[in-house]
């Protein structure tokens, strides 16, 4: 088998299947629409009801009936999209690989589906959370422009706080991803010694990616306290505002924390695919 030569990434994916993943996009970003409006409209639906009427009612069934049908669609569509594009990837990877012993070459197999997982799963995670932050930014700074500066400052203290902590994800991935590659190897030795050894590495590796992810998160989630319990107080202070608003604004706050945890998910799962994609062209 001919060795291919241009190098695996996530380009190389989309080359081969443009229009269906973009579809899959377009469909995502459909249905992340609908489900921002949620909040929006059951304020309205409050402040509606509370004046005998139920046409905001009505308007929000119709959102969660259409937001239904989309996101079963979607489901549908994308477990044959990125089906067939872990199949080519595997194909592709073997081509590189074949001069590998099995242990690496499998490992190699496995990692080469997380591409994948990562465009089926966790990317429409990420445009979740970047439309629902889009949207959330919009909403609360329409309701008053301090609540728009604190969602900006609280990601970029995000953000920032997680690029500390790059380059040791990125090395704990790598000793990960090694280990990986040597598992079939001990399990030939048929040595007790060697594949505990193998396992206790594999352990205490786990162990350091998940003290670090903690208080990762732990510092991210100290941040988000303090967006929470801001917005709540300073939306009780606008003059004027309705139960509704007051609901949509702590409905929105609450949607944006959600959304922006999982940036830094996303930057974590880039940090060891960046890991795998070197491993993979080598």
């Not at 590189?96 to 591409?115: G, I, K, N």
């Not at 990960?176 to 594999?202: C, D, M, P, S």
Request: proline share 2%; with cysteine; net charge neutral.
């Amino acid at each position: 088998m001919k060795k291919p030569t241009y190098p695996i990434g996530f380009l190389s994916v989309f080359a081969q299947s443009f229009g269906r993943i973009l579809t899959t996009w377009l469909i995502l970003i459909v249905e992340n629409i609908l489900i921002a409006l949620i909040p929006l409209f059951i304020g309205l639906s409050i402040d509606g009801l509370l004046e005998g009427s139920v046409v905001s009612i009505v308007w929000l069934g119709s959102i969660l009936a259409l937001l239904g049908s989309v996101a079963v669609a979607r489901r549908i569509y994308d477990t044959r999209v990125y089906g067939g594009l872990r199949v080519r990837l595997g194909m592709d990877v073997h081509g590189r690989v074949s001069q590998l012993d099995h242990s690496a070459m499998t490992a190699r197999l496995d990692m080469s589906r997380e591409l994948i997982d990562f465009l089926e799963l966790e990317l429409p995670d990420l445009m979740t959370a970047v439309i629902q932050v889009g949207v959330s930014l919009v909403v609360l700074s329409a309701f008053d422009l301090y609540l728009g500066v604190s969602c900006l400052l609280v990601i970029a203290a995000m953000v920032g706080f997680y690029g500390l902590f790059h380059r040791r994800f990125y090395s704990l991935n790598g000793t990960l991803n090694t280990q990986q590659e040597y598992q079939v190897r001990a399990l030939k030795t048929g040595i007790r010694g060697v594949l505990f050894k193998h396992l206790k590495a594999l352990r205490q590796t786990e162990i350091a990616l998940s003290d670090t992810e903690a208080f990762v998160y732990g510092g991210i989630f100290v941040l988000q306290i303090g967006f929470i319990l801001f917005n709540l107080y300073w939306g009780t202070t606008i003059t004027g505002a309705t139960a509704g608003q007051i609901f949509a604004i702590i409905a929105y706050s609450w949607d944006y924390v959600e959304a922006a945890l999982a940036i830094p998910i996303a930057m974590q799962s880039w940090s060891r695919l960046s890991e795998i994609i070197s491993r993979l062209n080598r």
